[in-house]
C-alpha cells in the first residue's frame, strides 16, 4: 500500500511539471474593446481610457498607434510557444479622431541582427593604468 501511494505521488508530481505555463504579452485587446471604438466618433483619449497606452507608435508619424498582443505556452523546460498573435493599427487624424482601425495579419518577419562592432576612437587603458594615470590630479584644497 505505501509503494501504492509512493508511485501515485510521484505520478501526480511528473504530470503537474509537464502541464503548460502559459502568459499574456503586450496589449491583448478584447473583441467588445476594439468594437466599443468607432472611427470619426471616438477620440485619442477615449482610445487611451479604453486600450490603454499602445505598444508603439510610428516613428515618423505620431498619429498613428499600434497595440500588439502575444499569447505564450511554456512546456517544461522547452522554448516558449507563441499561441496567439494580434496586432492592431489605429490612425488618428489632425483633430485626434479615429480614423482606421486595421488588424494586421500574416507571419511575423525575422529580422536579421547586425553582428558588427562598431569602431571606437580613443585608447585602451588597463585598469592599472587607469590607478597610476590619476596619481596627482587631484589637487587637495587649500585652506
Known amino acids: 500500500m505505501k509503494s501504492l501511494f509512493t508511485l501515485f505521488l510521484i505520478s501526480s508530481f511528473a504530470l503537474c511539471a509537464c502541464s503548460p505555463s502559459t502568459a499574456t504579452r503586450g496589449n491583448y485587446i478584447f473583441a ?3 468594437q466599443s471604438i468607432q ?3 471616438t477620440t485619442q ?3 487611451l481610457n479604453t486600450l490603454g497606452t499602445p505598444t508603439a507608435k510610428a516613428v515618423f508619424d505620431e498619429n498613428t498607434w499600434y497595440y500588439v498582443g502575444l499569447k ?3 512546456k517544461s523546460f522547452f522554448d516558449e510557444k507563441v499561441t496567439d498573435r494580434q496586432i ?3 490612425v488618428f ?3 485626434k479622431s479615429v480614423k482606421s482601425i486595421t488588424k494586421i495579419e500574416g507571419e511575423p518577419v525575422e529580422v536579421p ?3 558588427r562592432v562598431t569602431p571606437t576612437s580613443g585608447n585602451e587603458v588597463t585598469a592599472l593604468q587607469q590607478i597610476l594615470g590619476n ?3 587631484f589637487n587637495p584644497q587649500s585652506k
Open 45 to 47: 483619449f477615449e482610445v
Open 72 to 74: 505564450t505556452e511554456k
Open 93 to 95: 487624424s489632425e483633430d
Open 113 to 115: 541582427v547586425a553582428s
Open 135 to 137: 596619481i596627482g590630479k
Open 39 to 41: 472611427p470619426v466618433i
Open 32 to 34: 467588445e474593446d476594439i
Open 88 to 90: 492592431y493599427q489605429i
